[in-house]
C-alpha cells in the first residue's frame, strides 16, 4: 500500500485478498509491534504450555487474573478502611468493597476474554496491593517507612509497565500517599542513611523496570 496507516483502504484490501490487517497494534516499518508487555505470558502462558503441553486459553487466563484482581482490590480497601475510615460501620467498607469491584470493569473484561483484557486485568492485580503496600509502609503520618514494604508497593506498580504501561500512572497514587513521608523529609531526601534508603526504594524499581 502507498499509505498503509490508511484504515479505510487498508480494511478493504485486506477484505479482498483474505489477509486482514491486525487491530490495535502499533505498524512500524513493515512490522507489527505489540504495546502490550510480556509479563502475563510469563507468569501464565508459558508455564502452562510447559507443564501441559498446550496452551491456556484466553478465557481462562482472564478468569485466574479477574480472581487476582479481584482480591487485590478488596486488600486496597481493607487497608484504606484500617488506615483512615477506623469507626466507619463495616456495612459501608463492604459497601466500599462492592463500588470499588463494580467500578473496575472486572465484569466485562471476564464476560469478555478476549486477549486485550489480560494486560489490563494483570495490571489491576498488581497496582492495588503495591499501593496498599505504600500505605502501610509507614504507622503514623509523618513516621518513617518501612524500606521493605516500600520497595515491594514500587516493583508491584512498576511491573504494570510489563502489562498494561498507562498503568504506571497510578504511581501518582504513591505521592499522595506518601506525602507525609515526603514532607517530613523521611524520602526523598538526604537527611538521613534511611530518608536516603526509602528514597532508593522507591525509585529504584520503576528505573529498572522501565528500563
Not at 41 to 57: E, N, Q
Not at 87 to 100: K, M, N, Q
Request: positive net charge; glycine residues 8%; proline residues 6%.
Amino acid at each position: 500500500m502507498g499509505n498503509p496507516y490508511d484504515s479505510q483502504a487498508r480494511g478493504a484490501l485486506g477484505a479482498a485478498s483474505g489477509d486482514p490487517s491486525l487491530w490495535d497494534w502499533a505498524f512500524y516499518h513493515g512490522r507489527y509491534y505489540c504495546y502490550f508487555g510480556p509479563l502475563p505470558a510469563i507468569v501464565l502462558f508459558a508455564p502452562f504450555k510447559a507443564l501441559t503441553g498446550t496452551d491456556l486459553s484466553t478465557a481462562a487466563a482472564c478468569a485466574i487474573l479477574a480472581i487476582a484482581a479481584c482480591a487485590s482490590l478488596v486488600f486496597l480497601m481493607q487497608t484504606l478502611w484500617k488506615r483512615f475510615w477506623k469507626g466507619t460501620p463495616r456495612w459501608f467498607a463492604v459497601l466500599a468493597y462492592t463500588a470499588i469491584v463494580a467500578a473496575s470493569g472486572l465484569s466485562y473484561l471476564v464476560l469478555v476474554p478476549w486477549f486485550y483484557s489480560i494486560p489490563i486485568l494483570a495490571s489491576l492485580a498488581l497496582a492495588p496491593v503495591g499501593i496498599a503496600l505504600w500505605t502501610r509502609s509507614a504507622d503514623d503520618i509523618g513516621s518513617a517507612p518501612r524500606i521493605g514494604m516500600v520497595a515491594a508497593g514500587s516493583l508491584l506498580v512498576a511491573l504494570t509497565i510489563t502489562c498494561r504501561p498507562t498503568f504506571i500512572l497510578t504511581a501518582v497514587f504513591g505521592l499522595i500517599l506518601l506525602w507525609p513521608q515526603i514532607r517530613s523529609r523521611e524520602m526523598f531526601a538526604v537527611r538521613s542513611r534511611h530518608a536516603i534508603q526509602a528514597s532508593l526504594a522507591a525509585i529504584t524499581p520503576f528505573l529498572v523496570i522501565g528500563e
